[in-house]
């Protein structure tokens, strides 16, 4: 993975701190649902990570135990080691997560007390059903952005027809998720080697 040298000093630190705090009111379908804006901020406006960190950040979170929001911590990370090493790198982590977590903890417990005390409201029924075509957009322009990023070519028919058949089988059946993965894993195994 290759390595910036960037100089963050108060201000870029409080850039990013600001950037996150936005983002975090815009997750609305978590954190994930942002990552096309984040790699707009850290990679393509302010250079402050390369795509291999953002989608290195991305790739370890989803496949390591744990909250979905981990790739934030991670971009953190890499963005504090870019600007000067490990006390850099937990710097950043405190935060990009500070950030991403406290506007939207905030909002949610508040949202989710109001709403449950008039939850018979017609208002609050409508923002429910209306929320779910937004989340569905947001992960995936997220998938758009991380595709985009690698490179996808019309050589790569065979991923956007398994991503499609995936698709189809969530939708259409009751098959666990773990067994899908688990298909994919077999797949991706005999496919690459």
Same mark, same amino acid.
């Given at each position: 993975?290759?390595? +910036?040298?960037?100089?963050?000093?108060?201000?870029?630190?409080?850039?990013?701190?600001?950037? !996150? +705090?936005?983002?975090?009111?815009?997750?609305?379908?978590?954190?994930?649902?942002?990552?096309?804006?984040? /790699?707009?901020?850290?990679?393509?406006?302010?250079?402050? +990570?390369?795509?291999?960190?953002?989608?290195?950040?991305?790739?370890?979170?989803?496949?390591?135990?744990?909250?979905?929001?981990?790739?934030?911590?991670?971009?953190?990370?890499?963005?504090?080691?870019?600007?000067?090493?490990?006390?850099?790198?937990?710097?950043?982590?405190?935060?990009?997560?500070?950030?991403?977590?406290?506007?939207?903890?905030?909002?949610? !417990?508040?949202?989710?007390?109001?709403?449950?005390?008039?939850?018979?409201?017609?208002?609050?029924?409508?923002?429910?059903?209306?929320?779910?075509?937004?989340?569905?957009?947001?992960?995936?322009?997220?998938?758009?952005?991380?595709?985009?990023?690698?490179?996808?070519?019309?050589?790569?028919?065979?991923?956007?027809? +398994?991503?499609?058949?995936?698709?189809?089988?969530?939708? /259409?059946?009751?098959?666990?998720?773990?067994?899908?993965?688990?298909?994919?894993?077999?797949?991706?195994?005999?496919?690459?080697?």
């Amino acid at each position: 993975m290759s390595e +910036l040298t960037i100089h963050l000093g108060w201000h870029e630190w409080l850039l990013l701190f600001a950037q !996150y +705090l936005l983002l975090s009111l815009l997750s609305i379908g978590g954190a994930i649902s942002t990552a096309p804006d984040m /790699h707009r901020f850290l990679v393509e406006q302010q250079k402050w +990570l390369t795509d291999a960190q953002f989608n290195a950040s991305i790739a370890i979170a989803q496949a390591a135990p744990g909250p979905n929001v981990l790739f934030v911590a991670l971009m953190g990370w890499h963005v504090g080691l870019n600007g000067g090493g490990m006390l850099s790198g937990l710097a950043g982590v405190l935060v990009t997560m500070l950030g991403i977590l406290l506007p939207s903890t905030t909002l949610t !417990y508040v949202a989710a007390r109001w709403g449950h005390r008039n939850r018979e409201l017609r208002a609050v029924r409508a923002f429910k059903q209306g929320m779910a075509p937004i989340v569905v957009a947001l992960i995936l322009s997220t998938g758009w952005v991380l595709a985009g990023a690698n490179n996808g070519t019309v050589e790569d028919w065979p991923l956007w027809l +398994l991503t499609a058949a995936s698709t189809l089988v969530v939708w /259409h059946t009751r098959i666990h998720m773990l067994w899908l993965l688990g298909a994919g894993a077999v797949l991706g195994w005999f496919w690459l080697s």
